[in-house]
């Protein structure tokens, strides 16, 4: 029996502006430039204090 994945997965942290230009729009448009920009992974959000301090995204590449 073959045990090798099927795929790959790449983790990668988004760089957000610094807080003093941290506008909700630039964040928020982040955000959808990152989900838009994956084809199989996922995107986390990490949140403190009510606002977006970090975005993670992992993609999962296809080896089939």
């Known amino acids: 029996m073959n045990n090798r994945p099927n795929s790959?997965?790449?983790k990668r942290n988004i760089d957000l502006p610094d807080s003093s230009e941290n506008s909700n729009n630039s964040v928020i448009d982040?955000?959808?430039a990152t989900v838009r920009s994956i084809r199989?992974?996922?995107v986390q959000v990490h949140i403190q204090d009510g606002k977006i301090i970090q975005i993670d995204r992992t993609d999962?590449?296809?080896l089939r």
Request: charged share 35%; net charge positive; proline share 0%.
């Open 30 to 32: 982040k955000l959808f």
């Open 8 to 10: 790959i997965k790449v």
């Open 60 to 62: 999962k590449i296809r």
């Open 40 to 42: 199989h992974g996922t």
